[in-house]
Nanobody
Framework: QVQLVESGGGLVQAGGSLRLSCAAS????????MAWFRQPPGKEREFVAAISRSAGNTNYADSVKGRFTISRDNAKNTGYLQMNSLKPEDTAVYYC????????????????WGRGTQVTVSS
């Protein structure tokens, strides 16, 4: 029902910034909570940030609080993850996810996923 496509990943030096985008197709984007997850090499996928459908509520993993900002523009059917003060441990494949009436941190509760975008942070 919903397709998500991430973009904006790349290679940056520690301390740098990147903005990831999640472009959604379908008429229901504005009804969806959305989130960002990441999967470092050799590790399990982990929660990064989530935002409610109207952007009134957000949640962040402790590891990214104060550095990352999740946002969305429903008119553009696009979600964003602004990443500042990047660290080598932020290196991972970053995934966008969406689910009706949900914006929590459980990866098992999201039915719609993008294919991911690689973020690599050098020391």
């Amino acid at each position: 029902q919903v397709q998500l496509v991430e973009s904006g990943g790349g290679l940056v030096q520690a301390g740098g910034s990147l903005r990831l985008s999640c472009a959604a197709s379908g008429r229901t984007f504005s009804t969806l909570g959305m989130a960002w997850f990441r999967q470092p090499p050799g590790k399990e996928r982990e929660f990064v940030a989530a935002i409610s459908r109207s952007a009134g509520n957000t949640n962040y993993a402790d590891s990214v609080k104060g550095r990352f900002t999740i946002s969305r523009d429903n008119a553009k059917n696009t979600g964003y993850l602004q990443m500042n003060s990047l660290k080598p441990e932020d290196t991972a494949v970053y995934y966008c996810a969406a689910q009706p009436a949900y914006f929590g941190g459980s990866r098992y509760s999201y039915n719609y996923w993008g294919r991911g975008t690689q973020v690599t942070v050098s020391s």
